[in-house]
């Protein structure tokens, strides 16, 4: 819904940001594999990324475009002022080097 809002945020227009932002990236880059690393932090914004994405691959037919969710922070992978530290970043760089290989950029 255009209009719907959760925790302060409207979702469609959330959703449409996306949405552009994507175009956008393939606008400037037509020959990348777009991956869409998220949830390290959190992941409440995960289903209108996934939405929002959906409709750009349904409506452009790209599907050269996908969305990593990474995995949320441990207690102990947290770093300074609750940032992901270098335990959070080694889980990470593992992720995304596997989905690197399944897509063949590595």
């Known amino acids: 819904k255009q209009?719907?809002?959760?925790?302060?945020?409207?979702?469609g227009r959330?959703?449409?940001?996306v949405y552009g932002f994507l175009?956008?990236?393939r606008k400037y880059n037509p020959d990348a594999w777009i991956m869409w690393a998220y949830g390290m932090v959190t992941g409440e914004l995960e289903p209108?990324?996934?939405?929002a994405m959906d409709k750009y691959i349904n409506d452009s037919g790209d599907r050269r475009v996908s969305l990593v969710m990474l995995p949320g922070l441990?207690?102990?992978w947290i770093g300074a002022n609750e940032h992901p530290?270098?335990?959070?970043h080694a889980a990470v760089s593992d992720i995304?080097?596997?989905?690197?290989?399944k897509i063949g950029l590595t």
Not at 3 to 11: A, K, N, P
Not at 14 to 17: G, L, N, T, V
Not at 48 to 51: F, N
Request: net charge negative; hydrophobic share 35%.
């Open 96 to 101: 995304l080097t596997e989905e690197l290989r």
């Open 85 to 88: 530290g270098p335990l959070s």
């Open 23 to 25: 175009i956008a990236l």
């Open 14 to 17: 959330f959703k449409d940001a």
């Open 3 to 11: 209009d719907s809002s959760d925790g302060g945020i409207s979702t």
């Open 74 to 76: 441990k207690a102990e």
């Open 48 to 51: 209108y990324i996934r939405e």
